[in-house]
């Protein structure tokens, strides 16, 4: 069984910053890809940003530029650093394995709320 455990959200004003952790328990890590998703209310989930195995990176249009996603092999923890925040970016933000989430689900996640 796998778990995810996320943390670092919080209420952050537009052009702001936070950065986002991922634990992940109960499994091997590295030969997975990993994923930053995030779900606005009314919206479905949508992946944000995923690193490969090798450290390859890929965003949404919507952030490029703005976030940041890497890994710590070691501790089998992933980070999203996000820069220039927008009310745009509120969403409950999930971790878990890309480009296939993992069968034993998600985490709950952790709450980003870009307002002034």
């Known amino acids: 069984q796998v778990q995810f455990v996320e943390s670092g959200g919080g209420l952050v004003q537009p052009g702001g910053a936070l950065t986002l952790t991922c634990v992940v328990s109960?499994?091997?890590?590295?030969?997975?890809?990993m994923g930053w998703y995030r779900q606005a209310p009314g919206k479905q989930r949508e992946l944000v940003a995923s690193i490969t195995t090798g450290g390859n990176t890929n965003y949404v249009d919507s952030v490029k530029g703005r976030f940041t996603i890497s890994r710590d092999n070691f501790k089998k923890m992933v980070y999203l650093q996000m820069n220039s925040l927008k009310p745009e970016d509120t969403a409950v933000y999930h971790c878990?394995?890309?480009?296939?989430?993992?069968?034993?689900?998600w985490g709950q996640g952790t709450q980003v709320t870009v307002s002034s």
């Open positions: 109960g499994s091997i890590f590295r030969p997975y890809g």
């Open positions: 878990n394995r890309n480009p296939t989430p993992s069968a034993y689900g």
